[in-house]
């Protein structure tokens, strides 16, 4: 049994919770191999695959790169290994080539619940396998009893004032978790490359596991709260986190959280949080330190910090147009919107050209819980408008909405309206995303990345001498 438990067990407050953790735990482990334990009959496969299909492509090129796309941020550029999911244009996300009705029917879920955990979802970014209820189980066990952060995180997180973004807050204290990194400490001592996978394995658990406190006690710092309520070893992580919030009670939204930190947490490698997750690993920083540069990356507005930014536009909208607008007032509205030089949050995609599968999947749910929500309605006439509006304006190259577009209004109508704070969900569940890859960058021991830059004169210099 993993020593994080063993304490767990040995810490649980009565007699009866710690029966119930050994017991979850018991009748996972006996039967079934735990995540590490499959990943370690994994590896030595898949490093043979990962040779044959550089012995038989490895020299096949995927064609031109033109000079465009320096200046264009890199889009369609082939650069980068990720293997948790790949995204489609038209289709949307794929993880690990299912898509998300495929996870939302294969993944298990809790008793009473019919939203996938995203235990499996992890689970399945790091095999590629949908794992059973009880290594399910076994995960949310594992992730309860490795939640406490040290004192000194803490203490860091409650000196902030409450004027520092919560996401700055958040980055700050997943740095600070570099203090215990089971990585780190291996490298200092001399580990064989050939086992660097395995500490940092045991960091991205921590890393994950300790997402919540941290979250929960920013949040509730920030907007007056109170104390943090006790992790319950007993329960999912979708569970805990709404609990730490305050929102524990409420069946509707840990369902949410389940599906939130399901789909928000990969969508491939070239994003800036997982892209940055993964280079700054790729110098052999420990996840903590690499994921805390993700964060940086998704606290932007054109990135994670949209969904911020839809919930902020919606309510400046509402204010002035109120809440039973015409379509007239909110076609307006939009077009003033990219007058002023503005983006219309939410909407438009670097890769997606169709309505984001993740945006459909917070709209079926609104549609089934809180389908008489005013908010929810107005997101749905914006849905309606902006794609046309966005399509003769002639610029975006995607009319359509993204997983922003949509999240905040969920949160919202459950009472979660401090928009400020939506990003670091978002954070919790990237981390999935971006630890499933640093885990299998180590074990597949990719190197360094250094691609190469020019200058505007070394380029103008290039062709002209070749002309
Ligand atoms: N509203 C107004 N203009 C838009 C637009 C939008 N929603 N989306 C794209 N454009 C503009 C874009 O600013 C660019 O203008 P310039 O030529 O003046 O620079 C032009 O259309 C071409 O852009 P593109 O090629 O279609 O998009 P990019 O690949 O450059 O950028 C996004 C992609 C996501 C940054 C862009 O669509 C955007 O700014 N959207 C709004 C912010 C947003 O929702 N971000 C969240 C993305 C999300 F999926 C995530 O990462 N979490």
């Not at 709404?242 to 939204?253: I, P």
């Not at 966005?390 to 577009?405: F, H, I, R, S, T």
Request: charged residues 20%; proline residues 6%.
């Amino acid at each position: 049994m993993a020593s994080h438990l063993r304490l767990a067990i040995k810490k649980s407050a009565s007699p009866l919770a710690r029966s119930a953790v050994q017991a979850r735990f018991a009748s996972s482990a006996a039967k079934q191999p735990t995540l590490k334990e499959r990943l370690a009959e994994l590896i030595p496969p898949t490093l043979e695959r990962v040779k044959a299909v550089r012995a038989e492509h490895g020299k096949k090129s995927f064609g031109p790169v033109i000079v465009d796309q320096l200046y264009g941020g890199m889009r369609g550029l082939p650069a980068l290994i990720w293997e948790g999911s790949v995204l489609d244009p038209d289709e949307g996300i794929r993880f690990r080539g299912k898509t998300i009705p495929e996870i939302q029917a294969a993944l298990p879920k809790a008793p009473g619940g019919s939203e996938p955990l995203p235990e499996g979802l992890f689970w399945l970014l790091v095999t590629g396998e949908i794992p059973t209820a009880e290594q399910v189980a076994g995960l949310s066990a594992e992730w309860a009893a490795r939640a406490a952060i040290p004192e000194f995180v803490e203490e860091l997180i409650d000196r902030c004032p409450p004027t520092l973004h919560p996401m700055s807050q958040f980055s700050l204290a997943v740095t600070a978790l570099n203090h215990d990194s089971a990585f780190a400490k291996a490298y200092a001592q001399g580990i064989n490359k050939k086992e660097y996978w395995g500490p940092t394995f045991e960091d991205s658990m921590d890393l994950i596991a300790k997402l919540p406190t941290i979250a929960g006690r920013i949040y509730r710092n920030v907007y007056g709260k109170g104390k943090l309520p006790a992790i319950d070893l007993q329960k999912d992580y979708s569970h805990n986190l709404a609990n730490l919030l305050g929102f524990g009670e409420n069946h509707a939204f840990v369902e949410l959280m389940r599906l939130y930190l399901t789909i928000h947490s990969d969508h491939e490698g070239g994003n800036v949080s997982a892209h940055t997750g993964k280079l700054v690993g790729s110098a052999l920083s420990d996840p903590f330190i690499s994921y805390s540069a993700a964060l940086n990356g998704l606290a932007g507005p054109l990135h994670g910090l949209a969904n911020q930014e839809v919930l902020v536009w919606l309510t400046k909208m509402q204010a002035k147009i109120g809440t039973d607008a015409t379509d007239e007032a909110v076609k307006e509205y939009v077009w003033a919107t990219l007058k002023g030089g503005q983006v219309v949050p939410g909407y438009g995609h670097a890769v997606l050209r169709k309505t984001d599968p993740r945006y459909i999947a917070q709209r079926e749910f609104a549609l089934k819980h809180l389908p008489d929500d005013k908010l929810f309605k107005l997101v749905a006439q914006v849905y309606k408008l902006v794609p046309d509006i966005l399509l003769e304006a002639g610029k975006a190259k995607n009319p359509w909405p993204n997983v922003d577009a949509h999240s905040g209004v969920l949160l919202t109508h459950y009472g979660l309206d401090q928009m400020g704070y939506y990003t670091v969900l978002f954070g919790v569940s990237r981390a999935f995303g971006v630890t499933a890859q640093l885990i299998w960058d180590r074990a597949l021991g990719a190197p360094l990345e250094r691609p190469k830059s020019y200058s505007t004169e070394a380029i103008d210099k290039m062709f002209k001498n070749k002309n």
